[in-house]
């Protein structure tokens, strides 16, 4: 079992910069490949980013590129998303998300990750 918890969500105006967290309980966090998703209101859950176990691959979705950056520090049990030059069309729900691995593959597939954090709102203004 699992438990992850998002937080740094907020309200940013456009080029505006937020840092999520999410801090990982239950299992030895080194085992897990974490990622990011996304949800706006009436779209499906998107992948936004992910990291492997040992941090040795990062990928990012097409639309966050060069923007975002993702990153983990095991000691902490904890992911990061650092947020950059925020649009509103980055406005969503995000979730961090855990996978039981231990390959170096980054997953893209939300049906791919075991466990789910709470989500947390991110809000960009134009």
């Known amino acids: 079992q699992v438990q992850l918890v998002e937080s740094g969500g907020g309200l940013v105006q456009a080029g505006g910069s937020l840092r999520l967290s999410c801090a990982a309980s239950?299992?030895?966090?080194?085992?897990?490949?974490m990622g990011w998703f996304r949800q706006a209101p009436g779209k499906e859950r998107e992948f936004v980013s992910g990291?492997?176990?040992?941090?040795?691959?990062?990928d990012y979705a097409d639309s966050v590129k060069g923007r975002f950056a993702i990153s983990r520090n095991n000691a902490k049990s904890t992911v990061y998303l650092q947020m950059n030059s925020l649009k509103p069309e980055d406005t969503a729900v995000y979730y961090c998300?855990?996978?039981?691995?231990?390959?170096?593959?980054?997953?893209?597939?939300?049906?791919?990750?075991?466990?789910w954090g709470q989500g947390t709102q991110v809000t960009v203004s134009s």
């Open positions: 998300a855990a996978r039981i691995t231990y390959s170096s593959g980054v997953y893209y597939s939300a049906r791919s990750y075991d466990y």
């Open positions: 990291i492997t176990w040992s941090a040795g691959n990062t």
């Open positions: 239950g299992r030895t966090f080194s085992s897990l490949g």
